[in-house]
């Protein structure tokens, strides 16, 4: 069966330090996958794409790698802050539509 | 932003009652999305449409219907309410294109209660 699973609901690390998520897939052949920042009683917002030819991509303190081989990414926050405390999501396109990994709560702690 | 706005942002109904929400974009875009948030389940599409009066079901569609009638208004509605739909509905669409990406852009929910 398809599955999309982030590796652990909730993340806590100490400020300063690198975050590192994990979103494993089964079944699926995605172009290309995204992570989302979503954050309590909000909607989710987009963050990085990368696509299946592409190794790494990054933007500011964000970081993330696409295996296509191993069917999975990583997503780095480097030098984390409290703010960046929110919960993580990474998706999936799958034909005109997109799935939803059931995503990662990160807290950051001062 | 990508000017999505949904009505109601919150909304309490009685079971058995039909509920519609509503999504209005002001950019023109092509697909739009109903995912339901819930915990332990997460985003899940219920149906997304790819035009006017163009629709498709998605993962959890049971007990849901859509119309878009206009490129700026996509309607869900819930023929007959259930504690199971409880949840938050989140209104989407998408941009870019198959070569570039595509990326999703969320409206800001609407939170419905059946009891």
């Known amino acids: 069966s398809q599955k999309i699973e982030q590796n652990s609901e909730a993340l806590n690390i100490q400020e300063g330090k690198t975050a590192t998520l994990t979103c494993n897939y089964t079944?699926?052949?995605?172009?290309?996958l995204q992570w989302y920042r979503q954050d309590p009683g909000r909607g989710p917002v987009f963050l990085l794409l990368?696509?299946?030819?592409?190794k790494e991509k990054r933007k500011e303190r964000l970081k993330v790698t696409f295996d296509t081989t191993l069917k999975q990414s990583l997503f780095h926050i480097t030098a984390s802050q409290p703010a960046d405390s929110a919960t993580y999501l990474c998706?999936?396109?799958?034909?005109?539509?997109?799935?939803f990994g059931p995503g990662t709560r990160l807290s950051v702690l001062p | 932003d990508a000017g999505i706005t949904q009505s109601p942002r919150h909304k309490v109904t009685e079971t058995g009652t039909p509920v519609t929400l509503r999504c209005h974009q002001t950019e023109n875009h092509r697909y739009m999305y109903w995912y339901r948030q819930d915990p332990g389940h997460g985003l899940r599409l219920i149906h997304y449409?790819?035009?006017?009066?163009?629709?498709d079901k998605g993962e959890v569609s049971d007990g849901y219907s859509v119309s878009r009638s206009k490129t700026e208004d996509f309607l869900l509605t819930l023929e007959s309410a259930t504690s199971s739909q409880t949840s938050v509905y989140f209104c989407?669409?998408?941009?870019?294109?198959?070569?570039?990406?595509?990326?999703?852009?969320f409206g800001e929910g609407s939170w419905l209660t059946v009891v």
């Open positions: 990368i696509r299946e030819n592409e």
């Open positions: 079944n699926y052949s995605p172009a290309y």
């Open positions: 989407a669409i998408s941009q870019g294109s198959r070569s570039s990406g595509n990326t999703i852009y």
């Open positions: 449409s790819y035009g006017v009066k163009d629709t």
């Open positions: 998706a999936l396109d799958h034909g005109q539509n997109f799935v």
